[in-house]
């Protein structure tokens, strides 16, 4: 069973600090890896895609990779209240085709005025 | 540009009844997977869509149809609705290309009662 894991929290950070979001990855052979934020009754939205180990930066947001670990993260810089919603990470299903993602339950992030 | 659109938006059903829902891929998109989110769990991938034809297909009972036509527009039929269908589907479009990104619609939120 592939699985993604992810810390639920709900993880609580003061604005204007960095929030860092974690995930692990049972499938060694994954290769795209995503993140989406969903605020409370609406629809994920993708913020990130990374597909080689390292960093890749977006504005205030940094998701890094290392595929020998089978971890992602995803930081938020200067996080602001209208960060909070819950934080997905996806990987795509190997072996699978592509846009067949296997999700983690999700971070819920709390950004505090 | 026009996102990945849904319909409708919400719907109650009762038990043992049969629904279909709507999406319409983002502009240049040709493949379309469906996925289901229950409450306070990340989305699970139901099935694919591509040329016409499933291309891929999770865990969900046979109860689980879907149709792709030719303007790559989609259909998600659920026969012989449980009361544990009620959930979020959430309707995600993409290309066929490498590394490609999934985009989500607003999603339908059924109760089955």
């Known amino acids: 069973q592939k699985e993604v894991e992810q810390n639920s929290g709900p993880l609580s950070v003061p604005e204007g600090a960095i929030a860092s979001l974690n995930c692990t990855y049972s499938?060694?052979?994954?290769?795209?890896f995503f993140w989406y934020r969903q605020y409370s009754g609406k629809s994920p939205e993708l913020i990130m895609s990374i597909y080689s180990n390292g960093d890749k930066e977006d504005g205030r947001f940094t998701a890094q990779l290392n595929k020998a670990s089978q971890y992602v993260s995803l930081l938020i810089r200067d996080s602001q209240p209208s960060d909070s919603a819950t934080y997905l990470c996806?990987?795509?299903?190997?072996?699978?085709?592509?846009?067949?993602?296997?999700f983690g339950k999700g971070t819920k992030l709390s950004v505090k005025p | 540009d026009a996102g990945v659109t849904q319909s409708p938006t919400h719907l109650i059903k009762t038990r043992g009844q049969q629904v279909t829902l709507r999406c319409s891929p983002k502009s240049g998109h040709d493949t379309v997977s469906w996925y289901q989110q229950a409450l306070g769990q990340g989305p699970q991938f139901i099935f694919q869509y591509y040329e016409e034809e499933e291309r891929q297909r999770g865990n969900f009972p046979d109860r689980f149809s879907g149709h792709q036509f030719p303007n790559y527009s989609s259909e998600l039929n659920v026969n012989a609705l449980l009361l544990g269908d009620s959930a979020l589907y959430l309707c995600a479009s993409s290309w066929c290309g490498v590394n490609t990104e999934a985009f989500f619609g607003q999603g339908t939120r059924l109760t089955v009662v």
């Open positions: 499938d060694r052979g994954s290769q795209s």
């Open positions: 996806a990987v795509e299903n190997y072996g699978g085709s592509q846009g067949n993602l296997i």
